[in-house]
């Protein structure tokens, strides 16, 4: 008993008098009596129940079932002024009125003509009037009432927002929150259960349940794992009617994915690798590669491998993550030596780079594996047993004079015999010799210090078997000084004396070159050839700073009295044993010019001396020049 529509009018004498299928006895007139129209709704068994209402008439609705075809008597009015004679027409007016509802305009019946369907249209307001067929006036005013059309179960539920996706985390607790699903039902849902909507699980137990009532599907399997199903097709049920049978019922399918969480661990393809490398490879050769699979994607595999207890800083490999392949790059570290060592095992680990508690034991993140690594041996030149060799020699020191010895050896097992040998450009002058079986090198020529200081000289190793391999060694030969070379005056001094000069006067300073190199750098001595007689004009002034100076020892000097002297100077070094040279100087006496400079040179005393005139002198000087010249 719900839902219906009450309509109040003014006080009038038409009255609807209604019956109800739904229900029988709840039906309102009036009952004041003799006047007034009654509408009465035509069902077995009806009772009429009256009751009183002191100023207004209540009016009720009609009602029709919806999708019934079969034209039908749904009610009747009834006026007091009709007393069955005819004298009455009932007209009916309004939604519907003539087309879709018709009245007996003798008995007042009101028929439904067609099907007509709630979903589309749900009530129909219509005014009913009686008139007086002899005076055509209407016995009373006007009144309005209502037909309702009454809903049956005529409509599917429908779902909403289809396709419906979700995804949610692998290994969730259960009743984690998978998605909603909602429908809708066109029927009446304030009438009976035709649009009360039931939710239930058609496929999907018993990972996904579902809410009955709101459509929310959540998980009801602890531990979902992706990597043994991605994807699940959840097919949902909703059905009117509560569920119950003779309802209508769809469905829909929620495609649940489910995301990856951290829940393995990486692990080797292989518990030992074998992996060779040649001896001679160089340091960054990739030697193999390792990996490990997780069956996680994304972050969740991303994993680093390592050498195990931070072997790291002394073992000849390292590994490397390739960033793309995820695999491990063993990669060599250091230079090998078959000889010394042929193979070599160590562990490997890889760990998974985030690492998620919540679903395995840190220890789980982690595996190992065993690298082999054998290392090939390669046929390799001789090695010398220094990288380079560096000897001294004195100059002019005796041929065949042994300087040294060096050695090469074949580092391989077969430890091949070796042969020596000088490289001839980089000894051209043939100085030097060698033993080619033990390589001990010899002078063969004299040595000169002041020719060449240094004889850098290649000396290969070869290998007499095999592939002949060698390789060479530079034996820097350093030729040391010995005092060999006589000290000489730096140049051919040309020394003259003015006229006037002061006794004491510097005339001439004198400087001296030797071609030895003493380590200490040169000391030159300068003095007189010694005499029993001190010569009274010249003395020689050692500066101590291989420097002298020839000093006058009087001040009387004149052409006229001697043109030319002869100074014998004496050079000495400090090598051990002094070396030492005389050179004699003529020393000019000249008429010099007030500033001391002597125009000639010299020249025109060595003419007075001659006894010939200086235009003579130069004459002859000439011709010397262009005899020299000629002679060339
Ligand atoms: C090298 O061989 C030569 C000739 O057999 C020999 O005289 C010399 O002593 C050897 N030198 C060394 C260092 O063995
Ligand atoms: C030989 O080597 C020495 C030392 O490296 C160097 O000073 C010298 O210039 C070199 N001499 C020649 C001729 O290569
Ligand atoms: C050693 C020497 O040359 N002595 C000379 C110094 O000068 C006088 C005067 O001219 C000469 O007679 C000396 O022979």
């Known amino acids: 008993m719900h839902a219906w529509t009450v309509k109040m009018s003014t006080p009038s004498v038409l009255a609807v008098l209604m019956v109800f299928l739904m229900a029988p006895g709840g039906v309102l007139s009036d009952t004041r009596g003799t006047r007034g129209l009654e509408a009465q709704q035509l069902a077995p068994s009806s009772t009429l129940l009256h009751r009183r209402l002191k100023r207004s008439w209540i009016w009720k609705q009609l009602f029709v079932p919806e999708e019934d075809p079969t034209p039908r008597v749904i ?40 099907k007509l369907d709630r979903e589309e249209k749900a009530f129909y307001t219509l005014q009913a009037q009686a008139i007086n067929r002899k005076t055509n006036e209407p016995e009373e005013p006007q009144s309005e009432f209502i037909i309702q059309v009454q809903d049956i179960n005529d409509n599917v539920p429908q ?69 043994a199903k991605e994807e699940y097709l959840v097919v949902v049920q909703v059905k009117d009617m509560l569920g119950l049978s003779g309802g209508y019922s769809s469905s829909t399918t929620v495609t649940v994915s489910l995301t990856d969480v951290n829940d393995n661990g990486p692990i080797f393809q292989h518990h030992l690798y074998n992996f060779a490398v040649p001896e001679n490879a160089p340091v960054g050769t990739t030697v193999g590669r390792i990996m490990a699979v997780d069956g996680d994607v994304g972050v969740h595999a991303k994993m680093t491998y390592s050498l195990e207890d931070d072997l790291e800083k002394s073992s000849i490999v390292i590994i490397n993550t390739d960033p793309v392949t995820q695999e491990g790059v063993v990669l060599l570290a250091k230079p090998l030596d078959y000889e010394s060592k042929s193979r070599y095992i160590m562990n490997a680990e890889v760990v998974n780079d985030h690492v998620d508690t919540r679903f395995l034991a840190l220890d789980e993140f982690r595996d190992r594996t065993t690298l082999k690594i054998i290392i090939e041996d390669v046929d390799e030149p001789p090695v010398f047993l220094s990288p380079s060799y560096e000897w001294e020699v004195p ?44 390589g001990t090198i010899a002078v063969a020529k004299a040595l000169d210090r002041e020719t060449a200081d240094w004889h850098n000289v290649t000396v290969e190793a070869k290998e007499t078997t095999q592939n002949h391999l060698s390789s060479s060694v530079v034996v820097f030969i350093k030729v ?10 730096a140049r051919d001094y040309q020394p003259y004396i003015c006229e006037g000069t002061q006794a004491g006067e510097v005339i001439q300073l004198l400087s001296s070159v030797d071609s030895d190199d003493p380590i200490e750098g040169h000391h030159f001595y300068f003095s007189m050839v010694p005499d029993k007689h001190i010569n009274p004009n010249f003395t020689i002034r050692d500066n101590q700073d291989n420097t002298a100076g020839i000093v006058a020892r009087r001040s009387t000097f004149t052409i006229k009295d001697q043109t030319q002297y002869l100074l014998p100077v004496v050079v000495a070094d400090s090598g051990f044993p002094t070396l030492s040279s005389t050179s004699t100087l003529t020393i000019t006496v000249c008429r010099c010019q007030p500033a001391g400079h002597c125009p ?13 005139s200086i235009h003579t002198l130069l004459g002859i000087l000439v011709c010397l020049v262009t005899l020299t010249a000629d002679a060339r």
């Open 395 to 438: 100059e002019n020191v005796a041929v065949g004079t042994v300087l040294g010895s060096v050695g090469a050896r074949d580092t391989d097992i077969v430890n091949n015999l070796i042969r020596y040998s000088i490289d001839k450009r980089s000894d051209p002058t043939k100085a030097f010799k060698i033993d080619p079986n033990n």
């Open 159 to 227: 779902f909403q927002n289809e396709p419906y996706v979700s995804s949610i985390p692998e290994m969730c607790p259960v009743g984690t929150t998978v998605a909603q699903v909602t429908a809708t039902d066109a029927d009446d849902p304030m009438f009976g259960s035709n649009a009360k909507l039931i939710y239930s699980i058609l496929t999907g137990e018993p990972y996904f349940s579902v809410e009955p009532k709101t459509g929310i599907i959540v998980t009801s399997w602890a531990n979902m794992d992706r990597e």
């Open 600 to 612: 000639t040179g010299g020249v025109e005393a060595l003419a007075l001396s001659m006894g010939i």
């Open 75 to 114: 009610g009747q009015l009834k006026s007091n002024y009709d007393h069955g004679e005819f004298s009455i027409k009932y007209v009916l007016s309004g939604e519907g009125a003539g087309d879709v509802f018709e009245i007996d305009e003798y008995s007042g019946e009101i028929r439904a003509l067609k």
């Open 480 to 489: 040391l000084d010995i005092n060999d070379n006589v000290p000489r005056l």
